[in-house]
């Protein structure tokens, strides 16, 4: 069984994690939460294991001896620094998208996933919807012909002020490096 610790536990690592408490993965078990707010890892205190132990800081949890891989569910700028990290930890890692901010640091994590061995991957939920796999089938058994043009036009996902309300680093350039289309553009980028 392979032991999973979740740094950052708020919207996306919440998901995560309320993925292992309703059974929705099977062959892996969350052992430790890391998070700098109290608020967010006290929401499942009840749920969790009594052996789930909680961090405030990554490093602690990284360096713990406690987890096999990493799911990373924080700000983007802390995506490369804390996939490099766990990976020199000899960790496996999963990880929120996008890949970071700037293209250097996003290069310097690819090397280190490449060199450690490890599972690496990003989080790009969208290539598992059946609708998009239906596209990308279609295109690759050639049932559509040769593709020369094609408009993406994805109207039933809109976020609300109420989202970007959640967090404040949500769509900031001091939090994510990009605003909204850092935001939600990569999956679009990726289903391309």
């Known amino acids: 069984m392979l ?34 707010g109290e608020k967010n890892m006290n929401r499942y205190k009840e749920q969790l294991d009594e052996n789930v ?9 990284i360096n713990s001896g406690m987890v096999d891989g990493v799911i990373i569910a924080t700000p983007h700028y802390s ?3 804390l996939s490099k990290e766990a990976f020199a930890a000899g960790l496996h890692v999963f990880c929120e998208k996008p890949a970071g901010v700037y293209t250097k ?9 490449q ?11 969208m290539r598992d919807f059946d609708r998009f796999k239906k596209i990308k ?6 049932e559509l012909g040769e593709i020369k043009r094609f408009v993406w036009i994805l109207t039933d996902w809109y976020r609300t002020q109420a989202y970007y309300n959640s967090s404040s680093w949500r769509a900031t350039w001091a939090g994510e490096g990009g605003g909204v ?9 990726d289903l391309m």
């Open 3 to 36: 032991r999973v610790g979740i740094i950052g536990v708020g919207h996306m690592g919440a998901k995560h994690l309320e993925n292992f408490l309703n059974g929705k993965i099977k062959k892996a078990k969350v052992t430790a939460l890391c998070d700098a």
């Open 137 to 142: 089938e279609m295109i690759d058994s050639g």
């Open 115 to 125: 060199k450690s061995g490890k599972v690496f991957q990003m989080n790009f939920v």
């Open 79 to 81: 995506h490369p620094e």
């Open 181 to 189: 289309m850092l935001n939600q553009n990569p999956h679009q980028l």
């Open 105 to 113: 640091n996003v290069r310097e994590m690819n090397d280190a996933a």
């Open 53 to 61: 132990k909680c961090f405030k800081k990554p490093s602690d949890l």
